[in-house]
């Protein structure tokens, strides 16, 4: 079992706006502003999409954006495109041994 | 460009031991905090461990289900992070990636943003 909690599926069709939420503690995301958000296709190595909750990493487009309230962020993908279908995983810094915790993972399909 | 390339994957009984290694170029290595995340087949990413830059005390941080088995080390002088794996357990197959965080605004978010990753190498645990 994940640390952080996600839906293990998300659907829009092209162009439409899709949310991705993550659940976590007040000890994970409700304790620091460092969630992060990966993208990955099978495959494929993950790459970072959204960092310290909102922050896009150069090249990154922006229908991406990433947002947080209390224990739980979110990754919203607008204007979906074909090739935004892949897996989703959030993770946030713990300051524990355990330094970072990651979601199980959601798969996003553009109907 | 930064370039991380793990190799030493490969097929283990319970019990035996392995070690990883990651190559890394197009950065400063002795600067980087090294961090090592796995995933199972089919499921999703696990941080197992992290090893800080000499300069900031080159100590390592485990998750606890590989904490007393793994070892992280590096050595700057070939930019390389290994994963020594002992003890290994069928529940440790999995794809091993090493990775990097990113770096922007004069500041480098070694462990909460993942920027660069290898290709990843796979570890089979299994009799």
């Known amino acids: 079992q994940s640390a952080l909690t996600q839906p293990p599926s998300a659907s829009g069709s092209p162009g439409q706006s899709v949310a991705i939420s993550c659940t976590g503690t007040s000890s994970d995301i409700g304790a620091y502003n460092y969630v992060s958000w990966y993208q990955q296709h099978p495959g494929k190595a993950p790459k970072l999409m959204i960092y310290e909750v909102t922050k896009r990493p150069s090249g990154v487009p922006d229908r991406f954006s990433g947002s947080k309230s209390g224990n739980t962020a979110s990754l919203t993908v607008s204007g979906l495109q074909a090739e935004d279908e892949a897996d989703y995983y959030c993770g946030s810094y713990t300051g524990s ?3 970072v915790v990651f ?3 959601t798969k996003l399909t553009v109907l | 460009e930064v370039q991380l390339v793990e190799s030493g994957g490969g097929l283990v009984r319970p019990g035996g031991s392995l070690r990883l ?3 890394a170029s197009g950065f400063t290595f002795s600067d980087a905090w090294m961090t090592w995340v796995r995933q199972a087949p ?4 696990e941080w197992i461990g992290r090893v800080k830059s000499k300069s900031d005390g080159g100590t390592t941080d485990y998750a606890a289900p590989v904490k007393g088995r793994f070892t992280i080390s590096r050595d700057d002088s070939r930019n390389t992070v290994y994963a020594q ?13 090493c990775t990097i965080g990113n770096c922007s605004g004069g500041r480098c978010h070694w462990d909460d943003a993942f920027d660069f990753w290898g290709p990843g190498t796979m570890v089979t645990v299994s009799s």
């Open chain 2, 85 to 97: 794996m002992n003890s290994l357990k069928t529940e440790d197959t999995a794809i091993y990636y």
């Open chain 1, 103 to 105: 979601g199980g993972g």
């Open chain 2, 21 to 23: 290694s990651c190559a």
């Open chain 1, 97 to 99: 041994n355990n330094l």
């Open chain 2, 42 to 45: 089919g499921k999703g990413l």
